[in-house]
């Protein structure tokens, strides 16, 4: 799978949305999906940019998004912190405005609109994987 | 991302166009949070031409929105906003925390 290095900073987002809506556009997704994908990929990135490299300077981010048969697979490798999604709290979408927490929204909207969300750590770094099924 | 204020007698009409993600939010919130240090607190945001909205702008507005119903001087609302946008924030359930418009005459006039 052909991977792509980006600099692990906010302004290379607009970029990453791209790759991934001209891939998913290629491979028949609906405007719509093209949308929630990108937001997908969006907030994986801005994640790992935030908290994986919080800090680090001259860090980047190893991305790859291809079509497998009507599958869309995106994935992301970084060499930051690791972090454990399963672990991140689930927000609670039900509280009122002043117990309204923003922390975690972006794997939650990761994880809804995407098929699968997956994350492995080693020793090379970490890599997030997630996949969407063509409808 | 371009922002454009406008005061009226009431309200703030704020214009947000274009993306919102992380790279671009911290303007956005730049531009709500001058409105209330300029003490206001009724704040319209026209999303007629805004393509794009990730949760660091939904995190611009929530602070935003919990700025202005403190001591009941104001609320956020939200004017003219996407299907794909309004779809996001239904997902993050943040679509009963504002009130929304379809047209910022409708919405300026609520207040």
């Known amino acids: ?135 | 991302m371009e922002i454009t204020t406008q005061e009226f007698k009431h309200c703030d009409l704020i214009k947000v166009k274009g993306r919102v993600d992380s790279a671009t939010a911290p303007d956005f919130s730049k531009a709500l949070e001058k409105a209330n240090n300029d003490g206001h607190f009724k704040i319209a945001v026209d999303m007629s031409e805004l393509e794009y909205m990730s949760s660091a702008g939904f995190r611009a507005l929530l602070a935003t929105q919990r700025n202005c119903k403190k001591l009941n001087r104001g609320e956020l609302v939200l004017v003219s906003i996407s299907d794909r946008i309004r779809e996001a924030l239904e997902l993050a359930g943040f679509t009963e925390l504002f009130k929304t418009f379809d047209n910022t005459v409708d919405a300026v006039g609520s207040f």
């Open chain 1, 1 to 135: 799978m052909p991977k792509i290095t980006f600099p692990a900073r906010f302004e290379l987002l607009d970029e990453i949305r791209d790759l991934v809506a001209h891939t998913a556009r290629d491979g028949g997704f609906t405007e719509k999906d093209i949308y929630s994908l990108q937001l997908a990929a969006d907030e994986a990135a801005s994640n790992i940019i935030e908290h994986a490299y919080l800090g680090v300077a001259d860090a980047s981010i190893d991305i790859s998004c291809d079509m497998q048969s009507d599958i869309i697979v995106i994935t992301m490798h970084d060499t930051g912190q690791s972090f454990d999604p399963a672990k991140v709290k689930k927000p609670n979408l039900e509280a009122d405005l002043s117990d309204r927490q923003i922390g975690g929204l972006g794997i939650y909207l990761m994880r809804k609109l995407m098929d699968e969300v997956s994350y492995e750590s080693n020793l090379t770094g970490n890599l997030l994987t997630m996949t969407k099924r063509r409808r």
